[in-house]
Each structure stands twice: as structure tokens, then as C-alpha cells.
């Protein structure tokens, strides 16, 4: 077989793609994003793909509910446990017919979770199936939590509408770490930190008065400078 760039990306992983499973009311949020740019050339490369399911269409409800009022009162509503239960159960389903080996991993995105960092990135990465519950409204039945996710995880301190924007998240620090995934090896910042970085011109004029210069070092072609600069400047990604 003739090997083109795509075909030896793919050769140095010597894995099996990593599959990404998003369970989510809003399914048409990922299309944009995930069709463009490393994401886009992951899945063409086959390096990951990523299957979006909208858990409407796995509800028991003759009317395709998804939510209910939360028992004991309060304002809005809560995503019910049926119809996640049987989009989770349709995927291992599907993956354990493919391969009986499969490494499953449930990550429901809740404010209260663990918090996504480096570390819990390369830990998902060695897993071959993700399945990513998106919550919604005022939550999650937690029985979800409870009996279907093996973990739960925020992006930070802070709440947000729903789990899709944390599941592009997860999916981007996740597959960073996936080798091929990104076009330079070295531009993989969990390793080597992240610093400041310019471009040209070397100096930027916004008004007569104004000149932002990028600093003297960058220019001079001393590699050890730099490096001692960048290494001065930077700051290593959190563990
Ligand atoms: N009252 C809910 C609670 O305390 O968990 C918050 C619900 S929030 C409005 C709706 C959904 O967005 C959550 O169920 C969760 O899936 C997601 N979400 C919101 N903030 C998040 C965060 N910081 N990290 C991860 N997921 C988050």
C-alpha cells in the first residue's frame, strides 16, 4: 500500500481510534466545531470519531419526554434516567458486538465533578469508547450519577447551560494527547509548557505614539536565550 501523510498519522497511533459518544438534547451544537480544522482531519485521518446521539430518540414516553419536574418542588426541569439508561445501554450494546476487549468510559458533566486537568486527560485517552452524558435545564436525575456514570467531571468553577460545551472540551484535551492528533508533536504544551508567543511585525504601531515591540531576545537567533526566556516567561500546565 502506497503510504501518504494520512495513512502513516494513523500507523503511529497502533491503536484502535478512540470513540467519542455525546449524549445530548441539543445534537446540532457539535456539527460546526467538529467539522473544522485538527478535528476534522482526526476523524477523515480515522484517528477518532465521535457519534453524536440525541437521547430523545431512545425516550419510552410516548410524547419523546426528556425532562420532568424534579420531585420535592422547585424551579425547572431535570433530564429523566430512562432515556439516558437506554442510549448508554444501545452503545455498549453496539461496542462489546464489535470487540468483547472494549474500554468504556461514563463521564456525566455536573459543576460538582471532579475538575478536568492534564492528568485525567492522558487517563481518558487510553480508553477505546468515551460516552459523554451532556446535562441540561436544572440537571440530571442522579440516579444517572449514581448507577450509570463511572465519574463525573466539571470544567471548572462555574455553571454553565449544559455539558455540550464541557464535552468539546474533554473531547479536545483528550484527543491532544492522542499521537497524530496534532500536527507538530511539539506543540503539545502539556509537555512543554506554555509560554508568550509573537509574530510580525516586530514592531506594531496602533497610533503615531504607541509601538508594541515584540521582546529583543525572540529576534536575536540565541536558541539558549530563548529557550531561557520562554522557560522564564512560561508556565507549565497544571498536572
Ligand atoms: N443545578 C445543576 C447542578 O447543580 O448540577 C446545574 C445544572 S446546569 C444549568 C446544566 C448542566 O450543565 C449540568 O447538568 C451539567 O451537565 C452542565 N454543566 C454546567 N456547568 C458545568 C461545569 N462547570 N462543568 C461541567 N458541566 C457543567
Known amino acids: 500500500m502506497k ?3 494520512r495513512t502513516a ?3 503511529i497511533t497502533k491503536r484502535r481510534p478512540v470513540r467519542f459518544h455525546i449524549l445530548t438534547i441539543f445534537p446540532d451544537i457539535f456539527d460546526s466545531y467538529l467539522g473544522e480544522s485538527l478535528f476534522k482531519r482526526a476523524q477523515k485521518d480515522g484517528l477518532l470519531s465521535v457519534m453524536v446521539h440525541n437521547i430523545r430518540d431512545y425516550t419510552d414516553d410516548r410524547h419523546a419526554k426528556v425532562d420532568d419536574r424534579p420531585f420535592g418542588g422547585g424551579p425547572g426541569m431535570v433530564l429523566k434516567v430512562q432515556p439516558i439508561w437506554a442510549t448508554t445501554a444501545a452503545i455498549k450494546r453496539i461496542a462489546q458486538r464489535r470487540t468483547k476487549k472494549v474500554r468504556t468510559r461514563t463521564i456525566l458533566f455536573s459543576p ?4 478536568l486537568d492534564a492528568a485525567a486527560a492522558r487517563r481518558l485517552a487510553k480508553y477505546d469508547e468515551l460516552i459523554l452524558i451532556c446535562g441540561r435545564y436544572e440537571g440530571v436525575d442522579e440516579r444517572v450519577a449514581e448507577y450509570i456514570a463511572d465519574e463525573e467531571m466539571s470544567i471548572g468553577d462555574y455553571v454553565l447551560s449544559g455539558g455540550e460545551l464541557p464535552a468539546l472540551v ?3 484535551a483528550v484527543s491532544r494527547q492522542l499521537p497524530g492528533f496534532l500536527g507538530k508533536e511539539e506543540s503539545l504544551e502539556e ?3 506554555s509560554f ?3 509574530t510580525r511585525p516586530e514592531i506594531f504601531a496602533p497610533a503615531k505614539s504607541k509601538k508594541w515591540k515584540v521582546p529583543g531576545v525572540l529576534l536575536s537567533g540565541n536558541h539558549k536565550k ?3 526566556w520562554r522557560t522564564e516567561h512560561g508556565a507549565p500546565v497544571r498536572e
Open 3 to 5: 503510504t501518504t501523510k
Open 112 to 115: 460538582r465533578g471532579k475538575k
Open 191 to 193: 509537555i512543554n509548557g
Open 9 to 11: 498519522r494513523r500507523a
Open 226 to 228: 530563548i529557550e531561557e
Open 170 to 172: 474533554l473531547m479536545e
Open 196 to 198: 508568550p508567543t509573537y
